[in-house]
């Protein structure tokens, strides 16, 4: 069965340095792949997507995420973060549910707090 | 530039109540979803619209019931609400079925 695992519950980091949030799936096929980030009693709001194509994607806000299909991983990177993006981020795939439909699937998501 | 939006934010029931949360998009999708969010657990789907006049289930669709009511509306009604369903709704709609999904701020629905 497909499934999206975000290891990491809780991230603190200072403003300033660099940030990767994990995102590992299991998947048969090559999946369509994104980056979502909702803040404090806000909707989730897409940062990037993935098809096909550069396995380098570039984002809003100054995010990337680089597609490894040997790790079967989708990682999301920042090189400066700001203390507005402290949010919970979520990683999902998409997976064939039934009638054609691509449904999402969502990993548990990643907490992250930035430090002044 | 509303999108997708959600009514109402917030909602207290007592157990056995029932109740209607709204979702309209005004972006002329053709498909929409609920989902809910529990903590730890990310998001899943209770029930998905591909087109006007069709509803299917998704991952957890017991105890609830949706309409589609036209091609901006899709409701989700809780026809006797449970403890197990204090959880935040989230509607999102896209283009066509597996297109990217856009999503509202979502209802904190809680049941006593």
């Known amino acids: 069965a497909q499934s999206v695992t975000q290891p990491d519950i809780h991230i603190t980091v200072s403003e300033g340095a660099s940030l990767e949030l994990r995102c590992n799936y299991s998947?048969?096929?090559?999946?369509?792949l994104f980056w979502y980030v909702q803040s404090p009693g806000q909707g989730l709001q897409l940062l990037l997507k993935?098809?096909?194509?550069?396995?380098l994607v570039q984002g809003i806000k100054g995010f990337e995420a680089e597609f490894k299909r040997s790790q079967s991983s989708f990682n999301l990177r920042k090189p400066s973060v700001h203390w507005s993006d402290a949010a919970e981020y979520f990683c999902a795939v998409g997976a064939p549910f039934s009638g054609g439909y691509n449904k999402l699937i969502f990993g548990a998501g990643t907490r992250l707090a930035v430090h002044p | 530039n509303a999108g997708v939006t959600q009514t109402p934010k917030f909602q207290v029931l007592k157990t056995g109540q029932s109740m209607t949360l709204q979702c309209a998009q005004d972006m002329n999708h053709n498909s929409m979803y609920w989902y809910r969010q529990d903590p730890g657990m990310g998001l899943r789907l209770i029930y998905y619209s591909a087109s006007e006049g069709t509803t299917d289930k998704g991952e957890v669709p017991n105890g609830y019931n949706v309409s589609r009511l036209n091609k901006r509306e899709f409701s989700l009604r809780l026809e006797s609400a449970a403890p197990s369903q204090t959880s935040v709704y989230f509607c999102?709609?896209?283009?066509?079925?597996?297109?990217?999904?856009?999503f509202g701020a979502g209802t904190r629905l809680s049941v006593l």
């Open positions: 993935y098809f096909s194509g550069d396995t």
């Open positions: 999102a709609s896209s283009r066509s079925a597996g297109d990217i999904q856009y």
């Open positions: 998947y048969g096929a090559t999946p369509y």
